[in-house]
C-alpha cells in the first residue's frame, strides 16, 4: 500500500467522454482521487453524489475530484446522466490504476473470496504526492456523541482534512 509523503503513481484513463485524463495534466492542483468498485450500487452511488453536491466547494479549494472503477466509459456515462452527476468519473477496466494505488485486493463477501476495489480515498498535493489516505472508506458512518447519534459523511472527512493541509 501507498503511504504519505510518497509519490503518487503516475496516471492516464478514459473519463466518462473517452478523453483522456493523465496525472501529469493535471499537476499543480490537489487531487482527491477516491476509487470505488461499481457504479450504480448504493454506496458508490451515495459517494459519487456527495463528491457532486460538495463539488463547488472543492474547486474554491483548487481541487479536483476524480473517482476511478474498472467499469467502463459508457457505463459511467449512464451512470453519470441517471444521478446528474458533476464529477469526473475514469475507467480502469484493465485495472492498472487500482493495482497502481494498491486497492485491488481480495475481498470476501458472503462466504466467497474474489478480487476487487477496496473503496479507497487520496489526496494529492499539487508537487504529485500522497498527502492523505482513507482505506477501506465507509461514505457514511453512524457515531454516538453525547447520547445522540450523528451522521458523518465522507466527503466531509476529506474536505476538511484538504482544508488542513493546505493551511500547512
Given at each position: ?16 467522454d473517452d478523453i483522456e485524463i493523465c ?146
Open positions: 500500500m501507498l503511504e504519505i509523503g510518497q509519490k503518487a503513481p503516475s496516471f492516464c484513463a478514459l473519463n466518462q496525472s501529469r495534466d493535471i499537476l499543480g492542483k490537489w487531487i482527491v482521487l477516491y476509487f470505488y468498485p461499481k457504479d450504480l450500487t448504493p454506496g458508490c452511488t451515495t459517494q459519487a453524489c456527495d463528491f457532486t453536491n460538495e463539488e463547488a466547494e472543492f474547486e474554491d479549494l483548487d481541487a479536483i475530484i476524480l473517482g476511478v472503477s474498472p467499469d467502463e466509459t459508457q457505463k459511467h456515462r449512464k451512470f453519470i446522466e441517471k444521478k446528474d452527476l458533476t464529477i469526473t468519473l475514469l475507467s480502469d477496466i484493465d485495472k492498472k490504476m487500482s493495482e497502481d494505488y494498491g486497492v485491488w485486493q481480495l475481498k470476501k463477501f458472503m462466504g466467497k473470496e474474489y478480487m476487487g476495489v477496496v473503496r479507497t480515498t487520496f489526496i494529492i498535493n499539487p508537487k504529485g504526492e500522497i498527502s492523505a489516505i482513507w482505506e477501506k472508506v465507509n461514505v457514511r458512518k453512524k457515531k454516538t456523541v453525547k447520547g445522540e447519534k450523528i451522521e458523518i459523511l465522507h466527503v466531509n472527512e476529506v474536505k476538511e482534512k484538504l482544508k488542513e493541509l493546505q493551511s500547512q
